[in-house]
């Protein structure tokens, strides 16, 4: 198994938002967890990424067989944990190609591999870059500054492409997308979709779901998963909203 | 005022008479003399000075200084008349001691080549370089200046800058004398009509410097950026003082200065922006940023802008912090080391300044300069 969240309780600024979360995910699954607003899906991306204010008060999460809890937020990136942003940070004066250098450099070192040179990066950004139909011309720009919302999603899906990971996390990847957009950044995801590896999808809405297929779906609600299922789960909700599965959490 | 001082103003005395007994040409000579009464009166700065509160030029000032003062060209007296001797004691010396250099961009002509001025002294040695660029009407220039002292010298420097009609001049200052330098320097601006001034200055070096900035619009539709970065670490002491004067209408400046500080390195940063009642149309922007990236560092920043006129676009502001945290952990999720993290974002927030230098060569100089100061290395694949 990738990754095994077991009775996770975890909030911030002393607010327990995870009640008792489970999830299991193996390689090569697809898994979307859904749910409304304040349902706690942030924070659990926050919490797997290692963000420093969010606090896990109990409850195990395992990764590749390691407690991921006890990894600092860059040694999770290196061994293979990625979350692309829901609202991706802007880094003036630092260059999209010498940041990402740098950290495909740093996880070359990690795993071992070959570190590149500016030259070879920039070839091998290219060809990344197809995947998320981008511009060469953003490699030079700033990383995200004066970035449209769907060049900055998009951005976050081509550094998931440059890095690699075995477990993608992508948080509300389809907030603030246009249609066009969604459909390039979708299909980003798919092109990096592999046996090896695993995608979280956490999302409110469905209609990123008609463009990447889930293997799993989980309605979270008051921080727990209440409902879940294959990928018609997702159009099921769709149809009768998230006061469907908010009467389960309650009721549970 | 004490002994020290007085013992002190006697060498510069004694090296004085000698230069004007050298000094051949009359309007030089009565432009030294008067310069040098004014020394005596003013004395050095002390922080009793509102405008010295914050820097103690003692180092400076305890200390006799060999004098030399080289080659000079001959200089139009109006020139002359237009710096303001009487700012404080280092210009009045400056003024006095001045080692001319003329700079005149003909009318209408633009220069493809940067024009490149530097100074650097020797140990134990005060020099007092004085240039005077005239842009004539309609010309475009590019100016270089740099300070690359290797000793424990002192650099008492004045720049004056004539931008005249529809002339365009952009003006890269880069201070990165040795440690144990001592730099003050005077930059004073004359904008024409429809003249666009654009200036960068970078001050890394020196274990105490400082930097005045007067700019004046004389007539509409003047243009001028003024930005800076100082960046500090060990126990270096800098002072930027700027003043940028809209006197006549429709005139923009935006000024935008950054300060990185580490150590115990100690900053200060004064910029007056002022509005005058006929200045209507004005757009003036003024920010100024300080990144502390030690405990004990320090900054004093003060901007101060003075509006007498309601129809004008006015902005400004001043931040002292340590580095964004959300920015710090989106770099820790991609897999940088915490250390590498943060020096690749204090590397950012002073490329921000450095980007604006488009002469590569420069630019490439003050990035490893940076770079050295943060102790990382990268390569960019421009």
Not at chain 1, 158 to 172: F, G, K, N, S
Not at chain 2, 92 to 104: D, K, M, P, S
Request: with cysteine.
């Amino acid at each position: 198994m990738l990754l095994e969240v077991k009775d996770l309780h975890a909030g911030i600024d002393g607010k327990e938002i995870l009640k008792g979360l489970n999830l299991e995910v193996n390689a090569g699954e697809v898994h979307a967890i859904m749910g409304p607003n304040g349902s706690g899906k942030s924070t659990l991306s926050k919490v797997l990424a290692g963000h420093p204010s969010y606090e896990v008060l109990s409850g195990t999460v395992t990764y590749e067989g390691k407690d991921l809890l006890e990894l600092e937020p860059d040694e999770r990136a290196r061994a293979g944990v990625f979350m692309a942003f829901q609202y991706p940070v802007e880094v003036p004066g630092v260059s999209n190609s010498q940041f990402l250098r740098l950290a495909y450099n740093q996880k070359m070192q990690h795993m071992g591999g070959e570190e590149l040179d500016p030259l070879e990066f920039n070839d091998y950004l290219k060809e990344k870059a197809k995947i998320v139909d981008m511009d060469p011309a953003f490699f030079k720009r700033s990383v995200n500054e004066g970035f449209s919302g769907g060049e900055k999603k998009r951005n976050e899906i081509l550094q998931m492409a440059v890095l690699q990971p075995r477990l993608a996390i992508l948080d509300e990847t389809d907030s603030g997308l246009d249609i066009d957009a969604l459909r390039i950044v979708a299909e980003g995801v798919n092109k990096l979709r592999s046996p090896e590896n695993a995608i979280i999808l956490v999302t409110h809405y469905q209609r990123l779901l008609n463009y990447i297929t889930p293997d799993f779906v989980h309605v979270l609600a008051g921080g727990k998963i209440v409902k879940e299922g294959g990928k018609e789960l997702a159009l099921e909700l769709e149809e009768k909203g998230y006061d469907w599965v908010k009467g389960a959490a309650n009721a549970s | 005022m004490t002994t020290t001082a007085l013992k002190v103003e006697t060498v510069f005395a004694d090296a004085f008479r000698e230069l004007l007994a050298r000094e051949s040409d009359p309007t030089l000579k009565i432009a030294r003399e008067r310069a040098f009464d004014a020394f005596v009166d003013l004395g050095f700065p002390h922080p009793k000075l509102e405008d010295w509160k914050y820097t103690d030029v003692r180092p400076i000032s305890s200390r006799e200084w060999r004098v030399e003062s080289g080659e000079r060209d001959t200089v139009d007296a109006h020139l002359l008349n237009q710096f303001n001797v009487e700012r404080n004691g280092f210009t009045a010396l400056n003024q006095a001691f001045g080692e001319y250099h003329v700079v005149r961009i003909p009318k209408d002509t633009s220069l493809a080549e940067p024009i490149r001025i530097g100074f650097g002294g020797q140990d134990g040695v005060a020099i007092f370089p004085h240039v005077i660029v005239v842009a004539e009407a309609g010309s475009k220039a590019t100016i270089v200046e740099t300070y690359v002292s290797q000793a424990a010298g002192f650099t008492n420097a004045a720049v004056q800058v004539f931008v005249e009609d529809n002339a365009n001049v952009t003006h890269y200052r880069v201070q990165k004398d040795a440690a144990e330098h001592f730099n003050y320097g005077v930059t004073e601006v004359s904008l024409g009509r429809g003249s666009r001034y654009d200036a960068t200055s970078i001050n890394i070096g020196a274990g105490l410097s400082r930097h005045d900035i007067e700019l004046k619009f004389t007539a509409e539709g003047g243009e001028a950026l003024v930005d800076g970065l100082y960046m500090l670490n060990g126990s270096q002491h800098h002072d930027t003082h700027s003043i940028i004067d809209h006197t006549v209408p429709n005139c923009t400046s935006h000024q935008s200065y950054k300060g990185v500080l580490n150590d115990k390195s100690r900053g200060v940063f004064n910029g007056k922006v002022f509005v005058r009642e006929n200045a209507h149309g004005t757009d003036a922007q003024q920010s100024n940023k300080n990144l502390l990236l030690s405990n004990d560092a320090r900054v004093d920043t003060k901007p101060q802008l003075e509006i007498f006129n309601d129809d004008v676009k006015c902005a400004h502001g001043a931040t002292v912090g340590q580095l964004e945290e959300e920015e710090l952990f989106y770099l820790l999720t991609r897999g940088l080391p915490e250390n590498l993290a943060r020096n690749l974002l204090t590397y950012g927030f002073a490329e921000e300044i450095i980007n604006k230098i488009v002469i590569e060569e420069i630019k490439a100089e003050l990035d490893s300069a940076v770079l050295n100061r943060l102790e990382f290395e990268m390569e960019e694949s421009r």
